[in-house]
């Protein structure tokens, strides 16, 4: 079974994945000139990044 400090571990790297992956999702969307769709107030909005 896994300890807290394992369960720490993983959690805090997967987390660094995901801010990893969100960068690099701007970038691309920033490089090809597209709008990126998110979650805002509630409602899906549209955003030049």
């Given at each position: ?8 571990e ?5 987390l ?34």
């Amino acid at each position: 079974m896994n300890t807290k400090d394992e369960i720490d571990e993983m959690t805090d790297k997967i987390l660094k994945g995901l801010k990893k992956s969100y960068k690099d999702l701007i970038a691309y969307k920033r490089k090809n000139h597209e709008k990126l769709i998110i979650f805002k107030n509630n409602k899906v909005v549209s955003v030049n990044p």
